[in-house]
C-alpha cells in the first residue's frame, strides 16, 4: 500500500513538472521600463496601465502589486495612477557588476481574476565612478637597446561604469621617449601600452618619470592618475615565450581552496638574470585577484576564494612571464566555472491572507513564488503540501503558486491549521526548502458590547477647569479581534436645547469622558445623556447606557445688595425721630445670593458707624434698629456701614452705606444733604440767564411761544419732584403693597414701590417702610415701636 501511495506522489510530481515546464514556455503578457541609476526614491519609471493597456481602475479594484523574484521592494505601483515609482534608488554596478545590460525582472500580480504581468526594468549606467588604478605608482625596467617602436605593458585602470561611461582612453604626460598605445584584450577590457618613440641611452638618462592617466567616455568625463616610474637596464634582447598562447580548464563551482587549477610555463633563451622568468597576473580585475593567485617561480594558478556559479560563469586571466632584463611574454587563461546543485529552492511570499472566514469556500490564503539559482536539471522543482489538508496547490505562470481553501471551513471542527510547503528540485542530490504557514479560522460578529452599568451618575463642582476627566463608562465584548474592540460615542441629547457636543466629549477609545467648558451651577445644575459602545465588526452591534452628570455649587457668587439700591445716584437718607425708643426700626438691608446651600445663607454685620453704640444690625435679616435712647447730645446726621457676608468657603462679601437724619419731629422739614443742594443752587442761575438770553434775541411771537413751553416745563419738573424720592412735599400715593412677615421681617410692614421717573425703564426703586402723614421719601420708619427689642434680639451695634 506504501508502494501505492509513492508511486500516486511520483506520478503527481511527474504531472507538476510538466505542466511547470509548460507553463514556462507560454508566454505572458510583458512590459519594458528603462530607468537611470542612483535617481531617488519615488522616482516615476512609467506608466504600468498605458505601457501594458490595463485600466487604472482595474488595477486599484484587482488589488495590484509589484513583486520580484529575490522578494525585494524595489518599485512600487500607485493603484489611484497606474505610475510605476522607485521604492529606493539603484545601484547599477551593486545589482549587476559589469553584466550590460542590466535588466531587472518583475511580476505584477493581479486578482480576482489572478493574472501575472511581467515587466522588466533596465538600469542604465551614468558616470558615477572615475577610472582607478591599483597600483598609484608602476615601475618598468626597460633595456637601453630597445628598439624604438617597442611596446611596454601598463597595468589598466578599473572603471566600476559600462558602455560609454567605461573606461575609453589613456594619456601620459609629455615626453620625448614615449607615447601610449590602447589595446583591447579578449574580454573587451582596454589596457594601455607603451610605445618607444626614441631610443633610450642608460648613460644619458638612467630613468625618466612621468604621469599615466585613465580617462573614461562619460560627459564630462571622469580620470584617474597614476605615475609611471621607467628603469633604463641594459642588453636584454630575448622576451620570455609561453608553451601555449591560449590555456582552457574547466573546475565545479564547488573546489576546495587551494586546488591547483593549471600551470603555465615560459622560457626564455637568455641565460643569467636575464633568463630568470617570474610570473604574474596582468590586468586582472578585484574578483581575479581575490580568488586565484599564482607562483611566481612555477607558473602554478590555485583557487584563493569560492566560487560561485551563479555569480560568475567564467574567468579570463592574463598571465604575464617577465624575465630579469625586464622583457616579458603573455598568455591567456579561460577558466570555466561547472554548476553543482549547491541551491536549495526558494521561497518568496508575495501575499498571505490569515485568517480566514470559515464560511467562505475557495479562499485564496497565499500566493508565492519559487526559484533555485542553479541551472538545468539543479534548478527544476517540485512543490507540494500535506494530501490530508482541506487546502490545493495552483500554479501560475513562472513558478508562481496560490495556496487556496479546497471546501468550505468550520471553525468549530477545527480552528488552526498548520501548513507545510515543500519545494524540492531534481538535481543530483535532491535539495529541497520547506516553509511552515499557520492559517486561523476567524469567528463571526455575534455579540454586542455590554456596559458595566445601565446608569452611570457623575458629580463635578462648578467653575472646573477646561477639558477635565470627570469620570469614565465602561463597556466589554466577548468576541475576540476586531469584533471586541469597543469604540465610545455621544447620543444626541433629547433635549435638543441642550448643548451636549460644547459640555462633555469621550474618549472613543476608553470611555474617559471629559468636560469641554467651566460649568456653572447658577445656570446648569444637571444635565443627562446617553453614550454608545459600538464595536468595529461587520456588520457592527452596539449598546446604549445613560450618563446624568449633576453639577455641584461652589462659592463663586458674592452677595448683592438689592437695597439700598447701589446704582451711584444721590444716596437716599433715612429719618429716624429723637423721640425713638431703642429697638426702632431705622431700615432693612436687603441682599440675595446667587448660589446655594450654605453658599447662600447671608449674615449681616454693623462694621462701622458715625457713632458706635447707636444703631445696631440683625444679623439674620439685616434690619437696623436703635440700640438705645436718642438724645439731643447725638448728631444729626450718621454713616453707617454694612457688610453682608455669605457662609461659603472662603467667605465672600459685600458692603452697603446708609445715611441717616435724626430729626425732631416729622413736622421738621427734610433738609437736603449738601451736595445735593449745591447741585440745585449751581443749576438755578443757569437756567435763569438761559431764560434771560432767549427772551432778549426773540420776538414777541417767539416769547409766547416760550412761555408756553416753559410753562409745560414747569409742569413736567414738579410732576418728576413729585415722583422723587427725595420730593419735600406731597402726599401718599394710592398704590401701596401690603407685605405680609412671610419675608425676612418678623412683623408686617407697608412699603411704597416707587417707579423712577423718566427713567424709560419702568424700574423698581425698592420696597421701602412708609410712615403716614410724611412725605414720600425712600426712608422711612416703622409705625410701631418695641423698646425692648434691644434686649430681646441679637445684633451687631
Not at 107 to 122: A, D, G, H, S
Not at 297 to 304: A, I, N, P, Q, R
Not at 396 to 401: G, K
Not at 421 to 449: C, E, M, W
Request: glycine content about 6%; some cysteine.
Amino acid at each position: 500500500m506504501e508502494n501505492g501511495r509513492a508511486d500516486t506522489l511520483q506520478i503527481r510530481q511527474v504531472l507538476l513538472l510538466f505542466v511547470l515546464l509548460g507553463i514556462s514556455q507560454a508566454g505572458s503578457e510583458s512590459g519594458r521600463f528603462s530607468v537611470a541609476e542612483e535617481m531617488q526614491s519615488g522616482s516615476f519609471v512609467g506608466n504600468l496601465a498605458k505601457d501594458l493597456g490595463v485600466e487604472v481602475g482595474e488595477l486599484f479594484s484587482r488589488g495590484a502589486q509589484v513583486v520580484s523574484n529575490d522578494n525585494k521592494n524595489r518599485l512600487q505601483l500607485d493603484k489611484n495612477t497606474g505610475d510605476l515609482l522607485l521604492s529606493e534608488s539603484l545601484d547599477r554596478e551593486e545589482l549587476c557588476g559589469s553584466t550590460e545590460p542590466c535588466v531587472l525582472h518583475f511580476q505584477v500580480l493581479m486578482k480576482n481574476p489572478l493574472q501575472f504581468l511581467r515587466i522588466e526594468l533596465q538600469v542604465t549606467d551614468i558616470n558615477d565612478h572615475s577610472p582607478i588604478f591599483l597600483e598609484k605608482e608602476m615601475l618598468l625596467e626597460i633595456p637601453e637597446n630597445s628598439p624604438v617602436g617597442a611596446v611596454f605593458l601598463l597595468e589598466s585602470a578599473k572603471d566600476l561604469d559600462v558602455g560609454i561611461n567605461a573606461l575609453n582612453n589613456y594619456i601620459i604626460s609629455p615626453n620625448s621617449h614615449f607615447h601610449i598605445k590602447m589595446r583591447v584584450n579578449p574580454d573587451n577590457r582596454k589596457y594601455p601600452e607603451l610605445v618607444l618613440d626614441k631610443a633610450l641611452d642608460y648613460e644619458e638618462q638612467s630613468e625618466l618619470s612621468f604621469i599615466l592617466t585613465a580617462l573614461d567616455g562619460g560627459s564630462p568625463p571622469r580620470s584617474g592618475t597614476a605615475t609611471v616610474r621607467v628603469v633604463v637596464v641594459d642588453i636584454n634582447d630575448n622576451s620570455p615565450e609561453f608553451e601555449q598562447p591560449f590555456y582552457e580548464v574547466k573546475i565545479p563551482e564547488n573546489s576546495i581552496l587551494g586546488s591547483l587549477i593549471v600551470t603555465v610555463s615560459a622560457w626564455d633563451f637568455d641565460s643569467g638574470k636575464n633568463g630568470e622568468i617570474s610570473y604574474s597576473f596582468s590586468h586582472a580585475s578585484e574578483d581575479i585577484r581575490k580568488t586565484f593567485e599564482i607562483n611566481q617561480k612555477s607558473g602554478e594558478v590555485s583557487l584563493t576564494a569560492s566560487m560561485d556559479f551563479e555569480t560568475i560563469e567564467s574567468y579570463s586571466v592574463i598571465i604575464q612571464a617577465t624575465d630579469g632584463g625586464g622583457l616579458f611574454g603573455k598568455s591567456t587563461v579561460r577558466i570555466q566555472v561547472m554548476d553543482v546543485n549547491d541551491n536549495a529552492p526558494e521561497i518568496a511570499i508575495s501575499s498571505i491572507t490569515s485568517p480566514i472566514p470559515e464560511n467562505s469556500p475557495e479562499t485564496v490564503v497565499m500566493v508565492f513564488s519559487i526559484r533555485d539559482r542553479d541551472s538545468g536539471d539543479n534548478g527544476r522543482m517540485i512543490c507540494s503540501i500535506p494530501e490530508d489538508l482541506p487546502f490545493m496547490l495552483k500554479s501560475s505562470v513562472e513558478n508562481y503558486y496560490t495556496l487556496e481553501t479546497e471546501k468550505m471551513l468550520d471553525r468549530e471542527s477545527q480552528a488552526e491549521y498548520n501548513i507545510t510547503i515543500t519545494v524540492t528540485d531534481l538535481g543530483t542530490p535532491r535539495l529541497k526548502t520547506q516553509h511552515n504557514i499557520t492559517v486561523t479560522v476567524s469567528d463571526v460578529n455575534d455579540n454586542a458590547p455590554a456596559f458595566s452599568q445601565t446608569t452611570y451618575t457623575l458629580r463635578v463642582r462648578e467653575n472646573n477647569s477646561p477639558a477635565l476627566h470627570i469620570g469614565s463608562v465602561s463597556a466589554t465584548d466577548r468576541d475576540s479581534g476586531a469584533n471586541a474592540q469597543v469604540t465610545y460615542s455621544l447620543l444626541p441629547p433629547a433635549d435638543p436645547q441642550l448643548p451636549l457636543a460644547s459640555l462633555v466629549s469621550i474618549n472613543a477609545d476608553n470611555g474617559q469622558l471629559f468636560a469641554l467648558r467651566s460649568l456653572d451651577y447658577e445656570a446648569l445644575q444637571a444635565f443627562e445623556f446617553g453614550v454608545r459602545a459600538a464595536d468595529r465588526g461587520s456588520p457592527a452591534l452596539s449598546s446604549q447606557a445613560r450618563v446624568r452628570v449633576l453639577v455641584l455649587d461652589d462659592n463663586d457668587n458674592a452677595p448683592f445688595v438689592l437695597y439700598p439700591p447701589q446704582n451711584g445716584s444721590a444716596p437716599c437718607t433715612e429719618l429716624v425721630p429723637r423721640a425713638a425708643e431703642a429697638g426702632y426700626l431705622v431700615t432693612k438691608v436687603v441682599a440675595v445670593d446667587g448660589d446655594s446651600g450654605q453658599n447662600a445663607w447671608l449674615s449681616y454685620q454693623l462694621l462701622k458707624a458715625t457713632e458706635p453704640g447707636l444703631f445696631g444690625v440683625w444679623a439674620h435679616n439685616g434690619e437696623v434698629r436703635t440700640a438705645r435712647l436718642l438724645s439731643e447730645r447725638d448728631a444729626v446726621k450718621h454713616r453707617l456701614v454694612v457688610l453682608v457676608k455669605d457662609n461659603g468657603e472662603p467667605p465672600r462679601s459685600a458692603s452697603v452705606t446708609l445715611h441717616v437724619l435724626l430729626v425732631d419731629g416729622f413736622s421738621q422739614p427734610y433738609l437736603p444733604l449738601p451736595e445735593v443742594a449745591a447741585a440745585e443752587a449751581r443749576a438755578d442761575p443757569l437756567t435763569v440767564y438761559l431764560v434771560v438770553a432767549l427772551a432778549s434775541v426773540s420776538s414777541l411771537f417767539l416769547f409766547s411761544v416760550l412761555v408756553f413751553v416753559a410753562v409745560r416745563l414747569c409742569r413736567r419738573s414738579r410732576a418728576a419732584s413729585a415722583g422723587r424720592c427725595s420730593g419735600p412735599e406731597g402726599h401718599f400715593p394710592g398704590h401701596l403693597v401690603d407685605v405680609s412677615g412671610a419675608g425676612t421681617l418678623s412683623q408686617s410692614y407697608q412699603y411704597e414701590v416707587c417707579l423712577r421717573g423718566g427713567s424709560g425703564t419702568s424700574e423698581f426703586k425698592f420696597l421701602k417702610p412708609i410712615i403716614p402723614n410724611l412725605p414720600p421719601q425712600c426712608s422711612g420708619k416703622e409705625t410701631e415701636e418695641n423698646p425692648t427689642f434691644g434686649n430681646s434680639f441679637g445684633f451687631n451695634i
